[in-house]
């Protein structure tokens, strides 16, 4: 089964530094359809304006996964950790027994990310942070797991949760695969592009809830960038 959320069905608000769209329930906006998807909890589709951002404020018990779209986002906690993020490349923080962090965006450009939360299944260990780059020529053609909570997946970022987030960057026609099993549930959103999967057409920032499928087949109507959340 696929669920189209267009774009212009999501939640959110204005706030002059930052323009948030929410997939799911968050902050001042609540739909009791769309309050997870499996164990993801929370999908937000960021614009972040230069030199403004997130100041500190904590977290805990829970997976948060920033996939940079454009521009940069800065990183600093409670831990020592800091870190420049840049587009293409993506950031875990596992909040653990609990962090404090920020989010800026320190550059002259916007910022555009997605944050996915997803809730753990593994609780009580101590917080962590991790960053690395995902060049898109690695994942042309075919989808690369970039945060995971299975110890086989060896170059992801870990993540402390029955799930995987992956991503695909396809060309106009082509078609990628991923073998989604029928007791899972997808949540995909072309960061760019537009693509079909069976005769949905998901464009740029739509989301994809994606249930009750073995192997999830996603072709590209145009060049397109995807990422996709395989939840429990």
């Known amino acids: 089964m696929i669920e189209l959320r267009p774009f212009d069905s999501l939640g959110g608000a204005n706030h002059g530094w930052l323009d948030a769209k929410h997939h799911f329930s968050f902050a001042g906006y609540h739909d009791p359809a769309r309050v997870h ?5 929370v999908w937000n589709d960021d614009i972040i304006a230069p030199k403004t ?5 904590p977290h805990r018990d829970m997976e948060i996964i920033t996939y940079v779209r454009e521009g940069a986002i800065t990183h600093q906690d409670n831990l020592g950790n800091k870190g420049r993020t840049e587009a293409g490349d993506v950031q875990v923080m596992s909040a653990g027994t609990g962090i404090q962090h920020s989010e800026y965006n320190m550059e002259d450009v916007e910022t555009r990310i997605f944050q996915i939360w997803i809730i753990p299944t593994r609780n009580g260990e101590e917080p962590s942070w991790g960053s690395r780059p995902f060049p898109k020529g690695e994942r042309s053609g075919q989808f690369v797991t ?3 909570g299975y110890e086989n997946d060896n170059d992801a970022l870990p993540i402390r949760t029955d799930a995987r987030v992956v991503a695909a960057t396809l060309k106009a026609g082509e078609t990628a695969e991923y073998p989604l ?3 899972r549930k997808g949540y995909l959103v072309p960061a760019t592009g537009a693509v079909q999967i069976d005769d949905v057409r998901v464009n740029a920032r739509d989301g994809a809830a994606i249930s009750d499928l073995d192997v999830l087949r996603v072709t590209a109507i145009e060049d397109s960038e995807i990422v996709l959340v395989d939840a429990a």
């Not at 951002?53 to 404020?57: A, I, N, R, S, Y």
Request: avoid cysteine; charge should be positive; hydrophobic fraction near 30%.
């Open 181 to 183: 099993g029928k007791d």
């Open 53 to 57: 951002g997130f100041p500190p404020h």
């Open 146 to 148: 970039l945060a995971s």
């Open 37 to 41: 998807w499996g164990n993801l909890r």
